[in-house]
């Protein structure tokens, strides 16, 4: 059994983690590590036990606690040495890695525990930037986040799996007309920015495929987006190639700050969903 649960998700803070029965990871640590082993409490997690952190790229929002996790609590921290340099210059990283640091490269798989982990290109303006695909007990799971735009690499990635976690940032009607100032809006829009509802919603009814099970849209920009709004774009656009929104396919936009039920990934049936007061985990 598979188990999902998004920490955080948006410019405050990324972390997600993923596990089977015996083996734990997290992808992202970007909010604090206080909130963090807060987080594990209060969904009956073990820290301790946590197998890795596999870091996306090196901006704050996504690596604010590997130093801590890393050195005080001896977890590894997976990444390409472009993002580990890219850690070591981040100055709100004030614990810098040493002996947790883990090097990766982009397209080689690797394992830990009970997962098989490819890490594979995604553009964005930091040093380096990276997806996960990972597999495990017979299930496929890929997040992809910080999407200058989507390129044939992170569409063949996300149309494998069953279970995909792909940025949705801004609408652009919001950002266009919003009070962020023209050069940041340039930067958000730019092939290294980040991903439209509009082009997330477009890549999903592009490559839909019967074998997704979920989708779950993260990142979604404070300023310039709501969940309702990401919905119901990814729902329109579906709905033109005949899919079903919640019947064919659920459709879940993350919260910012606010934890997500745990999501059990099961191939034998359609995704369970339980909240922390009512599973053990």
Known sequence: MI?????????????????????????????????????????????????????THDHVDHV???????????????????????????YNVTEKLKVSARFIQKEVSFTIGDFSITPFEVPHDSLDNIGYYIEAEGQKFCLATDIGHMTEVIAGYLSKANYLVVESNYDEAMLLTGHYPQHLKERILGPNGHLSNRETAEFLASYYSPN????????????????????????????????KVGKDL??????????????ILNENRQLSLFSDMDMNL
């Open 3 to 55: 188990r999902f649960v998004c920490f955080a998700s948006g410019s405050s803070g990324n972390c997600y983690y993923l596990a089977t029965d015996k083996t734990s990871i997290l992808i992202d640590a970007g909010i604090g590590a206080r909130t963090i082993k807060r987080r594990f409490k209060e969904f009956g997690l073990d820290l301790e036990s946590l197998k890795a952190v596999l870091v």
């Open 64 to 90: 604010k606690a590997v130093g801590v996790l890393g050195e005080k609590y001896h977890i590894p921290i997976y990444s390409t040495s472009r993002v580990h340099d890219g850690i070591k210059r981040c």
């Open 212 to 243: 997704w099970r979920q989708v779950w849209l993260c990142h979604l920009s404070k300023d310039n987006n709501n969940p309702e709004i990401a919905y119901h774009t990814v729902e329109t656009s579906l709905e033109r190639i005949g899919v």
């Open 250 to 263: 659920p459709v879940t936009p993350l919260k910012r700050i606010v934890p997500s039920d745990v999501y």
